[in-house]
């Protein structure tokens, strides 16, 4: 996301993080997606890879599009239409030990946050201001939530990648 906690300048336009952009450097990705096991995404999301690659990159882990639109799986990858925290519960209670990767969009991310079923946090900063766009977090779904900061590490072109644990709220 941009300094200013946007993940997507207005009208989707991602070229903010060409800032970051070195060759030969991942910022940890390769280590990170081989400890995931099932992958979901929204189908904006989805969209968007689809067009700037010639195969989905998470053809080898399960993989659940969140989508409105019944479509036929491919593989691996399957088009969910039904309750997000309906999958998200299904999957933790019958696989304790996987590992769940949410990578997008915020709609996504900003549901599960509010229902609690967001373990961790991997955010990557890019040293950009946007002003506008899509935001990472959307207050008004929840207040007050805790984190605790797990690591943190800096690269050369300015990215910093924050590691937060949610800290579960009292009931």
Known sequence: MSLDGYIAAPDDDLSFLEAVHQEGQDYGYTDFISQVDTVIMGRKTYDWVMAQVPQF??????????????????????????????????????????????????????????????????????????GAGVHLFEPERYKNQLLRLLG???????????????????A
């Open 152 to 170: 943190a590490q800096a690269y050369d072109k300015g990215l910093v990648q924050l590691r937060y644990t949610i800290q579960k709220q009292k």
């Open 57 to 130: 990159p998470h053809f080898n882990k399960v993989s659940y599009i969140v989508t409105r639109h019944p479509r036929p799986s491919i593989g691996n990858t399957h088009f969910y239409t039904g309750d997000i925290e309906e999958l998200v519960t299904r999957l933790k209670s019958q696989h304790n030990s996987k590992h769940i990767f949410v990578d997008g969009g915020a709609e996504i991310v900003n549901l599960l946050l509010a229902k609690g079923l967001i373990d961790e946090l991997y955010i990557s900063v890019i040293p950009v201001l946007l």
